[in-house]
């Protein structure tokens, strides 16, 4: 089933193989390729988890802190 967070994904994991083809490229920016990598994984996760829990119907109101 193709979501909101599919185009997502695709987008996103299409700049990490753009970044993994510099990083084998050019090993002086390898460290933060790898840390820009992570961030963008976990972007993705956590973009995933969001469309989810508003499909299901789960996120709070507006103006509603999250404890």
Do not use: Y
């Not at 987008?11 to 084998?24: F, Y």
């Not at 990598?37 to 469309?51: A, K, Q």
């Amino acid at each position: 089933m193709t979501t909101l967070a599919t185009p997502f994904r695709t987008i996103l994991s299409g700049l990490q193989v753009t970044l993994g083809l510099l990083a084998g490229r050019n090993h002086v920016f390898c460290d933060l390729i790898c840390r820009v990598w992570h961030r963008l994984t976990r972007t993705i996760t956590r973009f995933e988890r969001l469309v989810t829990r508003w499909q299901a119907g789960t996120l709070p109101k507006p103006g509603q802190s999250g404890e």
